[in-house]
């Protein structure tokens, strides 16, 4: 790319040009890239609507620019490596040739099934190849990809392809995790009862456990590939016409279905991969998310590939077999680049250091973060013990809304500050403003972080709900988008975040509506009425607090009622959203109006027993000190 980022001075510079002419700037990068038709209009946008239309007219297939575009230059180059859950197991490489194989093959299997431009495909896979390549094939095709993450439950599932009314199940007989199975056809069966949407299963076999098949409905993979054509024509897709959805919780119960475009998001993903990680041609780069999340969508796939990078696809955990595997996995593929969340740092961090051998890690150049703040001890440790001192460390501030990276040190270029995503990419306006949506302009300030202009990666919209997408971003601080993130900016301008500040929590980097848990635990006949905060979590960043109310009558004892609600969160949403702590109490702390005053939950999981500030509208006061009671106990 011929606009990286070579020092600092040139980051100012490439800043500077993409705030006083955007267009200029992003058409110059879009450029490229291989349009079958260049944009006619490079941005028209409106926040109040909001529209947000990048490289207007512009027609393209986004695995054109990943395969034909790049395999002239190096198509024998290594474009994936899948390193399986377990060591034992042989580790598999495809390079760009053999996966665009596999990819045109998969595309034809798709269309065969009646999938086209514009269909909704489900996806319910492990961390296996063929998961990279059934996105890829829905890309070649025009068919939106909508991957639900394997570790949610069967009624999750159901939501999510209910709500983007899919037409096709792509999914597996069963996933390895550590030393567990996922039984996920059972999962996707059960889900299943209730989707009428979808017309046909594809699993793929990855356990050959024995599994339930549904006669015309349920079709092998490796039986539908058998055969098929490699060669593939590409459809031609608009610039503004969705890539994937993919959905994410928000502060009400119902999560939400991130719309992202096809030409605004491969401009952003690619230029921010290249820019913030410094990936030259023969690093071999590895990010340890589940392509579940908009991580492993942006930055194992769609970024690196259209770089033309060599990217690492894990199937397991971080400490199967034991807390030295991602080292292990390091020095066999001679990783450079390691991209992975705090919650897995502080988990690893907490093994000790027995684990970690200096040798191991010597390939590595750049280490990357992302998904919750990296508390200071953490950052440190990363730095040292896994970077040997060497490596800078990046981390990295985005959102599944952002599509990419959005303010994050530029690799060795940005001097970095632990705890500190540092400084804006090019093309991105963050603002800090005040509770009355004032910009608040000074150095050294604390407020809500907004982005005044928009950038090519950012979301389109909410599948089904534009009224939602308009309230949720871009309401309550008019021509501003609203990230629902607390920030402070310190004398150098630096961006340190703080967290949530709506009724989302992030558990070990994984964002949940309180809301989402209370539903979940409100289905439990034997509770009455429920409150979920979050609470600072050694590993987890936050752990997940729920306060409940039983029924005036029911007897029965605190641990079947735990029991029982963390069996029904596991069932409802996933495991990802257990309770850490419940506390059975008499009743919420509420307001004159019936709002439930969290602030005063949230101080108490905490451990803060007093000075709970203005509780003048509480309608029970005496509450509090009896809720103190429970939690003490
Ligand atoms: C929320 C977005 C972006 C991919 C993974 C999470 C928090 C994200 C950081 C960071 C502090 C961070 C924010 C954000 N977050 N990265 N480097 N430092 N907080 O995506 O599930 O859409 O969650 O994660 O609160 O709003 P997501």
């Known amino acids: 790319m011929s606009n990286k980022i070579s020092t600092l001075s040139n980051y100012f510079q490439e800043y500077e040009k993409s705030i006083s002419n955007p267009e200029q700037f992003w058409s110059d990068i879009a450029d490229q890239f291989y349009w079958r038709k260049r944009w006619k209009n490079t941005l028209n946008w ?6 947000i239309n990048w490289f207007e007219g512009g027609r393209l297939n986004i695995t054109e620019n990943i395969f034909e575009k790049q ?7 290594l474009a994936l490596i899948w390193e399986p859950n377990n060591p034992e197991e042989k580790a598999k490489k495809l390079t760009y040739k053999q ?5 045109c093959q998969f595309a034809n299997v798709l269309r065969q099934n009646g999938i086209g431009k514009g269909d909704v495909v489900a996806v319910y896979l492990p961390m296996i190849p063929e998961l990279a390549i059934t996105m890829l094939a829905c ?12 570790g949610f439950s069967s009624r999750s599932l159901q939501d999510r392809i ?10 597996a007989d069963g996933g390895y995790r550590g030393n567990k199975i996922i039984p996920l056809k059972e999962i996707a069966d059960e889900a299943l009862l209730n989707c009428p949407s979808i017309k046909k299963v594809i699993y793929v076999e990855r356990t050959k456990e024995k599994i339930h098949i549904q006669k015309h409905r349920d079709f092998s993979y490796s039986d539908l590939t058998r055969n098929v054509f490699e060669e593939n024509y590409p459809e031609e897709m608009d610039s503004e016409d969705p890539l994937f959805i993919l959905y994410t919780s928000g502060s009400t119960g ?3 279905g991130i719309i992202h475009s096809t030409g605004g998001y491969m401009v952003y993903t690619a230029y921010t991969f290249q820019n913030v990680f410094q990936y030259n041609s023969d690093d071999v780069y590895f990010c340890t998310a589940d392509i579940g999340w908009i991580t492993g969508h942006s930055y194992i796939i769609y970024g690196p590939l259209l770089s033309g990078a060599t990217t690492m696809m894990y199937e397991g955990v971080p400490n199967y077999p034991d807390p030295s595997r991602f080292w292990n996995i390091i020095e066999k593929h001679k990783v450079t680049h390691f991209y992975t969340a705090p919650t897995a740092i502080r988990a690893l961090m907490g093994y000790g250091n027995d684990y970690i051998q200096k040798e191991k890690l010597k390939t590595l150049k750049v280490l990357g973060t992302v998904g919750e703040p990296i508390n200071e001890a953490a950052w440190h440790w990363y730095h040292n013990h896994i970077g040997q001192g060497r490596c800078p460390v990046v981390d990295t501030w985005w959102q599944t809304e952002t599509g990419g990276i959005a303010i994050s040190p530029i690799a060795g270029i940005t001097p970095t500050k632990p705890s500190y995503a540092t400084l804006p990419l090019p093309g991105i306006q963050p603002i800090v403003v005040d509770n009355n949506g004032k910009e608040l302009k000074e150095k050294n300030v604390q407020g809500f972080l907004c982005i005044k202009f928009p950038w090519p990666g950012m979301s389109r919209g909410i599948w089904g709900d534009q009224e939602r997408f308009y309230t949720t971003y871009f309401k309550r601080f008019p021509e501003l988008y609203f990230t629902g993130d607390g920030v402070k900016k310190d004398e150098e301008g630096y961006f340190r975040i703080m967290g949530r500040v709506d009724d989302v929590i992030n558990v070990s980097g994984h964002r949940l509506g309180t809301a989402e848990i209370e539903n979940a635990i409100n289905e439990n006949p034997m509770i009455s009425e429920s409150a979920v905060v979050g609470y600072p979590h050694k590993i987890k960043g936050e752990g997940i607090c729920a306060f409940v109310v039983c029924p005036g009558d029911l007897i029965t004892n605190k641990e079947t009622i735990s029991k029982s609600i963390i069996m029904g969160v596991n069932n409802i949403i996933g495991a990802i959203a257990k309770p850490d702590k419940i506390f059975i109490i008499p009743e919420l702390p509420k307001t004159r109006s019936g709002k439930i005053m969290r602030r005063i939950l949230r101080q ?3 451990g803060e027993y007093s000075n709970f500030g203005d509780i003048s509208t509480l309608t029970n006061s005496g509450i509090i000190d009896k809720i103190i009671d429970v939690v003490r106990k």
């Open 254 to 256: 119902k999560p939400k």
């Open 46 to 51: 409106n926040f109040e609507k909001p529209t």
């Open 162 to 171: 209910n709500d983007a009314n899919a037409s096709l199940l792509i999914t």
């Open 71 to 77: 395999l002239y230059t190096h198509g024998d180059k």
């Open 139 to 150: 890309a070649r095709i025009g068919a939106i990809h909508s991957i639900v993450f394997a």
């Open 99 to 103: 996966l665009f194989k596999k990819v």
């Open 604 to 606: 108490i999981a905490k």
